[in-house]
């Protein structure tokens, strides 16, 4: 499976056209897909590349490669060298600048560009692609559509690089997901509340938070009750934020999800 999710596949394709025709043909001849990939004009060629990377995310290329990875690699460092100067200085704010969709793609799945080298932010085990893929399907397959409209738009939101309205989205996803689950294990109705129904899902039997693992004291001190504190530090509203920020709780609640998800 390839390191990089369909976002960063098309984002890393988009930026196909900025090359000649006839680069074009030489980029699909390196990596042996120039029967593969058709289309007239070179946004239809970076469009047609797209799906099929999509459609073909285990085909490897002569050398054993991932084709998915090896083409989104080249496209992420020819990039990165429109962005270097003379002087062979990499204007990291530049790209963040000329490459918005493509920088943020990167950063949610767990990579870096700041020092002109495609680097991991976080290991490569955590597998966040994956964990964005199985979340989705997990929603669909258990019918949580409300969750998954929350999780949607602050995915979205973190595209257009509003970090408040992502976080907001990222926190009212956990409690819906809470919420549906709590339902989906028949909670009373009566219980109004998302903490009434957080409770619940400790304390019944057998308990769905593990407190073998610390995951709920009653007491607030529980890593689900810390994890619920650390997505909203400032109450209600989500405040200030930054890229980095937005991302780090993107990435916690994609895992923390994907766990949450698998034990239903």
């Known amino acids: 499976m390839p390191q990089f999710s369909r ?34 004009s070179k946004e239809s060629r970076a469009n047609e590349l797209a799906r099929y990377l999509i459609n073909n995310p285990d085909a490897a290329n002569e050398y054993g490669e991932n084709v998915t990875d090896a083409i989104v690699t080249e496209l992420v460092r020819h990039a990165m060298n429109s962005c270097t100067n ?50 989705h ?30 976080n907001a989205q990222f926190r009212a996803f956990i409690e819906s997901l809470l919420d549906e689950i709590a339902r989906h294990f028949g909670c009373p109705a009566g219980m109004a509340t998302s903490n009434q129904r957080r409770v619940w899902l400790a304390q019944k039997a057998p308990p769905f ?3 073998e693992l610390n995951e709920w004291d009653g007491q607030g001190h529980g890593f689900i009750e810390a994890f619920f504190r650390r997505l909203h530090p400032q109450g209600a ?16 609640v994609l895992l923390v999800s994907r766990q949450l998800l698998r034990r239903v």
């Open 7 to 40: 976002r960063a596949i098309l984002a890393a394709t988009d930026t196909l056209p900025q090359r000649t025709h006839s680069g074009i043909d030489r980029f699909l001849l390196d990596h042996g897909l120039e029967n593969s990939v058709g289309g007239n």
């Open 86 to 135: 003379y002087a062979n200085e990499f204007n990291y704010e530049q790209f963040q600048r000329s490459y918005t969709a493509l920088h943020r793609a990167l950063e949610r799945d767990g990579f870096t560009v700041e020092d002109a080298e495609l680097r991991r932010m976080l290991p490569e085990a955590l597998g966040l692609p994956q964990a964005d893929d199985e979340v």
């Open 137 to 166: 399907t997990l929603l669909d397959r258990y019918g949580f559509v409300i969750s998954r409209g929350h999780l949607d738009q602050g995915i979205s939101a973190h595209v257009r690089g509003d970090w408040a309205a992502a």
């Open 209 to 211: 938070f593990l407190q």
């Open 237 to 252: 509203h989500p405040g200030l934020s930054d890229d980095e920020d937005s991302t780090f709780r993107y990435h916690l």
